[in-house]
Every structure is written in structure tokens, then in C-alpha cells.
Nanobody
Framework: QVQLVEYGGGLVQAGGSLRLSCAASGGTFSRFPMGWFRRAPGKVCEFVAAISQTGATTHYADSAKGRFTISRDNAKNTVYLQMISLKPEDTAVYYC?????????????????WGQGTQVTVSS
């Protein structure tokens, strides 16, 4: 059983930046592709970014390209989401997830393990 805990969210002004972290325990972190998703109020869960086991492959939603960077440190069992040039529409609860399937994917149903989420609020 893999446990994921996100932290680093908060309130930031538009144009600002945040770095989210997700610490994993209870499994072999380096085996799992990892993803970040978000859910804004009244909206469905939305893919943000994904990264392969080694970090060599990454995928981004169009809304994240050029502003967000996903990375991981397998020695620390942690995946990160660096966010810059934040916009009010980035306001959401951000979740990290682990996919035991072997390939980084944008499809939330393929991720088995999820964290509890961290709130990101971007003020205009």
C-alpha cells in the first residue's frame, strides 16, 4: 500500500509561483509513474502533468505547458510540481497520484494511489 502526502499549497497572487511536493511511503517509489491532477470547484478532476519512473519522460496538459514543471527525486521518494506565472484559473485542489501500470498517463482512472490533496488559491 502506497501512501502519498502533498504539501506546499497556499495562497499566492497572480503571476506568483509555488512548488508542490508529494512524499511517498509504503512502496517502491521508483517503480511508479507519477501524476499531478487538480480539481477546481464545480469542475471535474483535470490532468496536469505526469512523469515516468526515471524522470526521463514527462507529459503536460496544455494549460500547464511552459508554466509548470514536474520532477522527481527517487532518493527522497518525492515528486514535485513547480508552478510559475500562476493564474486565478489555476485555483484548485492539487493531487498527486501513483500509477502502477508502468507508463505515465493523463488518464486518472489508471492511477491507483492518491494523496489527500493540497489547496492552491491564486488571487487576481
Amino acid at each position: 500500500q502506497v501512501q502519498l502526502v502533498e504539501y506546499g499549497g497556499g495562497l499566492v497572487q497572480a503571476g506568483g509561483s509555488l512548488r508542490l511536493s508529494c512524499a511517498a511511503s509504503g512502496g517502491t517509489f521508483s517503480r511508479f509513474p507519477m501524476g499531478w491532477f487538480r480539481r477546481a470547484p464545480g469542475k471535474v478532476c483535470e490532468f496536469v502533468a505526469a512523469i515516468s519512473q526515471t524522470g526521463a519522460t514527462t507529459h503536460y496538459a496544455d494549460s500547464a505547458k511552459g508554466r509548470f514543471t514536474i520532477s522527481r527525486d527517487n532518493a527522497k521518494n518525492t515528486v514535485y510540481l513547480q508552478m510559475i506565472s500562476l493564474k486565478p484559473e489555476d485555483t484548485a485542489v492539487y493531487y498527486c497520484a501513483a500509477d502502477p501500470g508502468g507508463f505515465p498517463t493523463k488518464y486518472s482512472y489508471q492511477y491507483v494511489y492518491w494523496g489527500q490533496g493540497t489547496q492552491v488559491t491564486v488571487s487576481s
